[in-house]
């Protein structure tokens, strides 16, 4: 018999990763995403491939949701498990102009969850 789904386990790690987002706080990011993970978008016609070296940097020279008084609107739509240590999550998030809809992988390892690839589209918000 196998063990639960660890939806507590996964549902910690995003909420990492959406208090890195909206703070443009790294650091959180560096908690959530395994340090190969991968980042894909081809929202603007070009596949855009980044690892998490070029991705940070991008973060830190956001100006945060959080420090303009943005609203938070950040949710998981699911969450779903391949096994005890492979998960994949529907999510949504705002950073204004962009909306975006992201599909995370993420596996176990050594005690925790990690992102080890994200997937993603954006809408630009009227």
């Not at 990011?29 to 929202?43: E, R």
Request: glycine fraction near 4%; proline fraction near 5%.
């Amino acid at each position: 018999m196998s063990a639960a789904p660890d939806f507590a386990g996964v549902t910690a790690t995003l909420n990492l990763y959406f208090d890195g987002l909206y703070h443009c706080d790294t650091a959180r990011l560096a908690q959530a995403f395994h340090p190969t993970a991968t980042y894909y978008s081809a929202t603007e016609g070009r596949l855009l491939h980044l690892d998490m070296k070029q991705y940070f940097p991008i973060v830190d020279q956001r100006t945060s949701p959080a420090s303009q008084g943005h609203s938070r609107r950040d949710s998981i739509l699911s969450i779903e498990f391949a096994g005890p240590v492979t998960a994949f999550a529907r999510v949504e998030c705002a950073i204004a102009p962009r909306f975006f809809t992201d599909f995370l992988t993420l596996v176990r390892l050594d005690e925790r969850w990690q992102i080890v690839s994200k997937v993603f589209h954006f809408d630009v918000m009227e």
